[in-house]
């Protein structure tokens, strides 16, 4: 049975500047993203998107909004997400 899971990618925007960081782990590895991860059960996203920078990046983020959703599909790698945006102002 496959699993849908949700991800939470986080845009951290701070003087017009965007964090970007090079993936290490299995699904993307070696490509420039925006921090994130998986939502765990009973998390909301904006606890997802704090939990996630801070594991990261160890940085503290406030501000956060709600960004855009999409649906990815990745029939290689045999894995579906719908992942969450989220856009903060401020570090």
Known sequence: MNNVKVGVGVIVIKNKS?????????HGAYTWNFPGGHLEYSESIFECAKREVKEEVGIEITNLRQGPYTNDIFMKERKHY???SKQTRQI
Not at 18 to 26: C, H, T, V
Request: charged share 35%; aromatic share 0%.
């Open 18 to 26: 965007i964090l970007l960081g090079k993936r290490k782990g299995s």
């Open 82 to 84: 719908i992942p969450d």
